[in-house]
């Protein structure tokens, strides 16, 4: 079985332009939720906090999906914790996004809890409504 449809041929096979721009573009959306929440959540405590882990687990778990793959969840979380990381980091001068306190560790820590819960859902039923594999 070399075929296109071989199990585990998605791991040598040449990846296709539309599903790495489709992966580009939710590492970008999860950066963009990242920034956002960041803003929100200390902006609008505790009511922003709640909005910003529901926007960020939408992305998520809309990546998700949209790709049909857990990858789907995994590129929006990389580009999450990318912007969220870089916007925690103070400047020299004091300067600095997050505040101290409480909500940004929950939303650190619980924007981290959502990816992997998105991530490692199970997948959703067959076509057919059959318990049973596609192809069986």
């Known amino acids: 079985m070399s075929g296109p449809s071989a199990p585990g041929s998605f791991l040598t096979g040449t990846p296709k332009p539309a599903r790495i721009a489709a992966y580009v573009l939710l590492a970008a959306l999860g950066a963009l939720v990242g920034v956002a929440g960041s803003l929100v959540q200390a902006g609008f405590f505790p009511g922003g906090l709640a909005l910003a882990l529901l926007a960020s687990g939408a992305v998520f778990a809309a990546g998700r999906r949209a790709t049909g793959t857990q990858l789907g969840a995994a590129f929006p979380a990389a580009g ?5 990381v870089v916007l925690s980091i103070g400047r020299p ?3 600095a996004v ?11 820590l619980g924007g981290t809890a959502v990816a992997v819960m998105c991530a490692t859902m199970s997948r959703p039923r067959q076509p057919d409504g059959g318990p049973g594999r596609l192809g069986r």
């Open 98 to 108: 997050f505040a101290s306190g409480i909500g940004p560790l929950v939303f650190m």
């Open 93 to 95: 001068e004091g300067d």
């Open 80 to 84: 999450w914790l990318l912007a969220v």
